[in-house]
């Protein structure tokens, strides 16, 4: 099995490449990104003859068909998604490739399911959209709880992400970029989210709530612009399905530059010149990220934490199942729950186990008693509570 990891050599590309390196099924990986040092160091440290890196930029399309031509499997990593996805799946349909991604943002999955999976079905490929942690680990999740019920009322996904548990220097990385840019993105203008049966917008940042999560303890959350809300609607009937979101140690930051305006992509002048009001937002928050002290971990636990409430009936009685995961190595890492789930989605499309062609999301076509016992396989387990009201 030969795959090609796109921006493998960041903090996401890296834990998944690491665990696809533990199947024998990997005879090679190509660790491609545009950062040609960084692909080659992490390589070097891998040690493994089965890994090459190249230089590779995915604005190229020639390049990446030529290169996609000789793999079985497309992982790719780079972000933004809302400005390079839609160019990769293109060329991986055109290449007749199955491809697998960590899509975080909700336009592009959108766009990508409506306007690709006609193709992809004609090309004879899976496209699998956001297989990461959230998307990716909550809706296979949603799709098991909603498989114990006969009918399904509301499906709540709640994720936390420590600023501590992002990159060790946030102002370095062109992956900390790509963070700044999805952490406006998120919360600019309205967001999607699925209420009393239709989608709706909501104002991002907005419906803040303090929820208990299994490692992090209680935190704040709020509505945010993720592909679940948009993507669990078309493979589970539910009245409501909702996603809340924080970032420990950032949000009041984030919330800050929506409530200053510099989150969405209006024009502004600035020195005389034209600029747009996100630019500034992530100039302003790469500034303070070089300039600010790491947050004791007192206040940012290494740590990103996540979890799904689905309630509905069985057998005519009220059920509410909870499903969480958890490391054997301690607090759950953001890496881990992305990287890992991301390199099972790879192997599960390259062994034939996703069998669906076109693009999905995950609870669309990844079979979740299968998914799980692969977790387990890399010291991740599922934890599930089940609240049942039956009549006496």
Not at 113 to 142: C, H, Q, W
Not at 185 to 199: H, R, T
Not at 273 to 285: L, P
Not at 365 to 375: N, S
């Amino acid at each position: 099995m030969k795959v090609l990891a796109l921006g493998g050599c960041g903090q996401q590309g890296r834990r998944a490449v690491k665990a696809l390196l533990q199947s024998s099924d990997i005879s090679q990986i190509i660790v491609a990104d545009i950062n040609l040092d960084a692909a080659q160091e992490f390589v070097c440290e891998l040690e493994d003859s089965r890994v090459i890196s190249m230089r590779i930029d995915v604005l190229n399309r020639s390049q990446l068909l030529e290169v996609m031509g000789g793999v079985d499997v497309v992982a790719n990593f780079v972000g933004p998604f809302f400005r390079y996805a839609e160019i990769v799946v293109s060329a991986a349909i055109d290449a007749k490739v199955n491809y697998v991604d960590i899509c975080d943002d909700t336009a592009p999955t959108l766009a990508i399911m409506d306007k690709y999976s006609s193709r992809a079905e004609a090309a004879g490929i899976t496209v699998l959209m956001g297989m990461g942690a959230s998307p990716g680990l909550l809706n296979v999740f949603a799709r098991y709880a909603a498989d114990q019920m006969d009918s399904v009322e509301d499906i709540r996904l709640f994720w936390n992400v420590s600023v501590n548990d992002i990159e060790t220097d946030l102002s370095e990385t062109a992956d900390n970029a790509a963070i700044f840019e999805h952490g406006i993105e998120i919360i600019a203008g309205d967001v999607p989210q699925f209420i009393d049966g239709k989608l709706c917008q909501v104002p991002g940042g907005s419906g803040m709530k303090e929820v208990d999560f299994p490692h992090l303890g209680r935190q704040r959350v709020y509505f945010v612009a993720h592909p679940e809300t948009v993507t669990l609607p078309r493979y589970i009937k539910a009245k409501n399905i909702t996603n809340r979101g924080g970032v420990l140690g950032m949000d009041d930051l984030l919330l800050g530059m929506k409530e200053l305006g510099l989150t969405d992509h209006s024009e502004m002048t600035l020195k005389g010149q034209v600029v747009q009001a996100a630019d500034v937002g992530m100039a302003v928050m790469a500034n303070l990220a070089e300039k600010s002290p790491p947050l004791s971990e007192d206040i940012a636990p290494v740590c990103s934490d996540s979890f799904v409430e689905v309630r509905g009936l069985r057998n005519g009685e009220s059920i509410q199942i909870h499903i969480s995961h958890r490391s054997e190595n301690g607090f759950p890492r953001m890496d881990e729950g992305t990287g890992i789930s991301a390199a099972i989605g790879v192997l599960m499309v390259a062994r034939g186990e996703v069998t669906r062609v076109g693009v999905h999301a995950p609870e669309g076509c990844v079979e979740p008693t299968c998914f799980f016992a692969q977790l387990k396989f890399y010291g991740m387990s599922v934890v599930e509570r089940r609240c049942e009201v039956r009549r006496l």
